[in-house]
């Protein structure tokens, strides 16, 4: 049993609390509910304290905004976070790209040997005569694009996996990469059709972006500090309570 200055918070209401913390082990899902429900108990509490309606949903936003300054990002923090991650401030790029694929697991010793092997040596062959890619890749690849040849369409950035992205932002388009692609997943042979760069946002798009990304930052931040403050001065028992990054997201 919990309690948050007197206030009971009891088994049955962690148990019910539990279906919104999915989580493989069920020693921290719980944790994480109980936690969750003391989170919501301290800022209740404080909501009544100061007449705050929250209604039944209980949303603190009204209580946020009373309780903790929120400061705006001034325009020389917005340029230095520009200066700093530009490349962050880009639109993807867009790749043309298609593959052989040849699947092997990452604990798989033998497996992924297999798969080099087999991949270096249709590699081979599709270096001696580029044109046959769309016929090696039906007879070989094991991804469902060899019904297309290898061709993956248009991919940009979260489309495959880190090392296929990695390798498509080096290669000239036009050209296959001499050497199987080790991933995750298993080897690839890639070839490169056409890649649209990425370009630079509109100057006020990327400070609406900056300026958005530094108040989320600014408000996670004080709202931790805040619900710290809240806690210190509150007694709790049954749970030694340790706040996450962002406590509001419980």
Not at 72 to 94: C, F, G, K, Q
Not at 169 to 186: D, L, Q
Not at 189 to 196: A, P, S, V
Not at 213 to 229: C, D, G, I, K
Request: charged letters at 30%.
């Amino acid at each position: 049993m919990i309690t948050v200055n007197g206030a009971i918070l009891d088994e049955e209401s962690v148990g019910r609390e539990l279906q919104y913390h999915p989580g493989p082990d069920r020693s921290q899902v719980a944790r994480r509910a109980a936690t969750a429900l003391v989170i919501r108990e301290l800022l209740s509490q404080r909501a009544r304290q100061l007449g705050i309606d929250c209604g039944d949903g209980e949303d603190f936003d009204a209580l946020i905004v009373r309780e903790v300054v929120l400061p705006e990002p001034s325009d020389e923090e917005i340029e230095r976070y520009r200066r700093r991650n530009w490349m962050r401030l880009r639109t993807p790029s867009i790749y043309e790209a298609a593959h052989i694929f040849f699947p092997a697991s990452p604990d798989d010793e033998g497996a992924r040997a297999e798969a080099k092997a087999k991949a270096e040596a249709v590699l081979a062959l599709a270096l001696n005569d580029p044109k046959s890619f769309a016929e090696l890749a039906r007879a070989h690849s094991s991804c469902a694009s060899a019904s297309e040849g290898g061709a993956l369409g248009q991919v940009s950035r979260g489309d495959t996996n880190e090392e296929v992205e990695r390798h498509l932002a080096a290669m000239e388009p036009g050209t296959i990469f001499p050497e199987p692609v080790a991933s995750r997943h298993g080897y690839h042979i890639l070839r490169l059709d056409r890649r649209d760069k990425g370009r630079e946002l509109p100057d006020d798009k990327a400070r609406e972006l900056v300026a958005t990304y530094l108040r989320e930052s600014v408000r996670r931040r004080a709202v931790s500090q805040y619900l710290r403050l809240l806690a210190a001065e509150a007694r709790i028992e049954g749970i030694a309570l340790d706040l996450p990054d962002d406590p509001l997201v419980q």
